[in-house]
């Protein structure tokens, strides 16, 4: 390398001219461009920080608050049990769902397994209703139509 000020060779590695005695300002290609990577990716690293800490930070705090009070689910059974429809021997599976939030479900629907007493899974059967509204209850009746079903299983509460 030359020294800038005097402009004789000296070492690569030299801080000071051994000529002009004048301390040399040395910028290294490697500092450069690491300062450019760095400088391109903390503002990635930002926004990457920015779109996850919340949502941590959500999750945290909902599940100190759900320990403390479990938040219901947005359809709800309240009870269910078999129950006979009609004299003729019709059964079904009844209870209660409710709507625990501000919006009306245009279509709800619960969805039931049958099982016979061995445990085998034989059919399954379900029901629905339109405009469950806000905060109100749906006492619904799944028809039973598989005469060896000793026993059920709610699979599913939806709604849109």
């Not at 801080?15 to 990716?41: D, F, T, W």
């Given at each position: 390398?030359?020294?800038?000020?005097?402009?004789?060779?000296?070492?690569?590695?030299?801080?000071?001219?051994?000529?002009?005695?004048?301390?040399?300002?040395?910028?290294?290609?490697?500092?450069?461009?690491?300062?450019?990577?760095?400088?391109?990716l903390t503002p990635v690293i930002i926004l990457i920080l920015m779109a996850t800490i919340?949502?941590?930070?959500?999750?945290?705090?909902?599940?100190?608050?759900?320990n403390k009070t479990k938040s219901k689910p947005k359809l709800e059974v309240l009870n269910?049990?078999?129950?006979?429809?009609?004299?003729?021997?019709?059964?079904?599976?009844?209870?209660?769902?409710?709507?625990?939030?501000?919006?009306?479900?245009?279509?709800?629907?619960?969805?039931?397994?049958?099982?016979?007493?061995?445990?085998?899974?034989?059919?399954?059967?379900?029901?629905?209703?339109?405009?469950?509204?806000?905060?109100?209850?749906?006492?619904?009746?799944?028809?039973?139509?598989?005469?060896?079903?000793?026993?059920?299983?709610?699979?599913?509460?939806?709604?849109?």
């Amino acid at each position: 390398m030359f020294c800038p000020n005097c402009g004789k060779e000296i070492d690569d590695k030299a801080v000071m001219c051994p000529y002009c005695q004048k301390e040399l300002i040395i910028k290294s290609k490697n500092n450069i461009g690491r300062n450019i990577a760095v400088g391109c990716l903390t503002p990635v690293i930002i926004l990457i920080l920015m779109a996850t800490i919340p949502s941590f930070m959500e999750d945290g705090s909902n599940n100190s608050i759900n320990n403390k009070t479990k938040s219901k689910p947005k359809l709800e059974v309240l009870n269910s049990h078999n129950c006979n429809i009609s004299s003729y021997g019709g059964r079904a599976i009844c209870g209660t769902v409710i709507n625990n939030t501000d919006r009306t479900y245009g279509y709800a629907q619960i969805q039931i397994n049958l099982y016979d007493k061995n445990g085998t899974q034989i059919g399954s059967t379900m029901d629905n209703i339109n405009n469950l509204a806000p905060h109100t209850k749906w006492d619904f009746k799944a028809m039973v139509v598989e005469d060896r079903a000793d026993n059920y299983k709610i699979i599913d509460v939806s709604g849109f």
